[in-house]
Structure formats: structure tokens, C-alpha cells
């Protein structure tokens, strides 16, 4: 399962704040700030999809990340690989190494 870019944003806060409640996920946006009712929604549908959790302190709620930041890259990469150049990984480096510009560093 993948997530949405607003997703991903909201996960890349999460990673680095390792444990955070809704306050300090909306504090950690940038201007414009979505609504909290939008970070909410996010974090339901992250929840459903076993990428989060989150403890009870009465009303509150502490989320953290049941997936690991490289764990959802690896996975991501590979189904890039996977899907972009036929299951090969030397294809994609040869891509990557070409249109990065890395062969020059």
C-alpha cells in the first residue's frame, strides 16, 4: 500500500518528530498550515492503512509511525524498479546515474 503526497508529507513529520500529538504536527507545517480537520482525516486514513498509531491520553492522542522511513523507500524504490524498468536494477541505476548527473560527482 502507498501513500498520497499529502500523506507523505504528513508521514515525513512524523519520522522526524518520532512521536507527536496534533498540535505539533500542525506547529511542524509550513505556512499555508492545513486544517485540522484535514490533518485529522490524514491521520485516520494513515491509521487505517497500518502505516501509524496512535496512544489515548484521554482526549489526546500521540501518534507514531509503525513504518520505518527506509523501509518505505526500499519498498517504494523496488516498485519503481518493478514497474518502470522491468524488474531490473541496473537498468534503474544506469537511469538514475545518467539523468542525476552522479556519474560527474
Do not use: C
Not at 500523506?7 to 498540535?23: P, R, T, V
Not at 509550513?30 to 482525516?41: G, N
Not at 486514513?45 to 484521554?58: A, N
Request: aromatic share 14%; glycine share 2%.
Amino acid at each position: 500500500m502507498q501513500l498520497s503526497k499529502s500523506e507523505e508529507e504528513l508521514m515525513n513529520i512524523l519520522w522526524k518528530q518520532k512521536k507527536a500529538f496534533m498540535k505539533d504536527l500542525l506547529d511542524a507545517y509550513p505556512e499555508p498550515k492545513p486544517a485540522t480537520t484535514t490533518v485529522a482525516t490524514l491521520l485516520k486514513r494513515m491509521t487505517d492503512k497500518k502505516f501509524i498509531d496512535y496512544k489515548s491520553y484521554g482526549r489526546s492522542r500521540e501518534y507514531y509511525p509503525l513504518v520505518k522511513k527506509k523501509d518505505y523507500f526500499s519498498k517504494h524504490v523496488n516498485g519503481l524498479i518493478k514497474n518502470f524498468f522491468n524488474d531490473s536494477a541496473s537498468q534503474f541505476a544506469s537511469f538514475f546515474t545518467q539523468e542525476t548527473n552522479l556519474s560527474k560527482a
